[in-house]
Nanobody
Framework: QVQLVESGGGLVQVGGSLRLSCVAS????????MGWYRQAPGKQRELVVT??????????DSMNSLKDRFTASRDNAKKTLYLQMNSLKPEDTAVYFC?????????WGQGTQVTVSS
C-alpha cells in the first residue's frame, strides 16, 4: 500500500504563497494519478487538481478559476506531488489532502492545514 505524507501548509497572509508537497512511499503502480483535494471548514472535501504518472495536469471543472494561482506538478523520481499556491485568499483556507489512485486501490494522506488571514 502507498503511504502519503503532506507538508508545507501553514498560516499566511492574504496575497502570500505556499508550496505544498506530498511524498509517497511504498510500491506505486506504473500507471497512477496523484491529486490534491481540499476541505474547508464545514464543507465537503473537493478535488482541486490531478496529475497523472505521464504528466497530464487536470484541474477539476469547479477549480478552473484557480489555474492562474495554483500550479500542480510532480517528480516521479522523488515520488512527490507539489502544489504551488500564489496570491492566496481567505477562501483558500482549508485542509489540503493528497490522494494516490491506481487500479490496485487508493490512499489518502493525513492532510496539511492552510490558513489565509486577512
Amino acid at each position: 500500500q502507498v503511504q502519503l505524507v503532506e507538508s508545507g501548509g501553514g498560516l499566511v497572509q492574504v496575497g502570500g504563497s505556499l508550496r505544498l508537497s506530498c511524498v509517497a512511499s511504498g510500491s506505486m503502480s506504473r500507471i497512477n494519478s496523484m491529486g490534491w483535494y481540499r476541505q474547508a471548514p464545514g464543507k465537503q472535501r473537493e478535488l482541486v487538481v490531478t496529475v497523472t504518472s505521464d504528466g497530464r495536469i487536470i484541474y477539476a471543472d469547479s477549480m478552473n478559476s484557480l489555474k492562474d494561482r495554483f500550479t500542480a506538478s510532480r517528480d516521479n523520481a522523488k515520488k512527490t506531488l507539489y502544489l504551488q499556491m500564489n496570491s492566496l485568499k481567505p477562501e483558500d483556507t482549508a485542509v489540503y489532502f493528497c490522494k494516490y489512485t491506481a487500479i490496485g486501490g487508493s490512499s489518502w494522506g493525513q492532510g496539511t492545514q492552510v490558513t489565509v488571514s486577512s
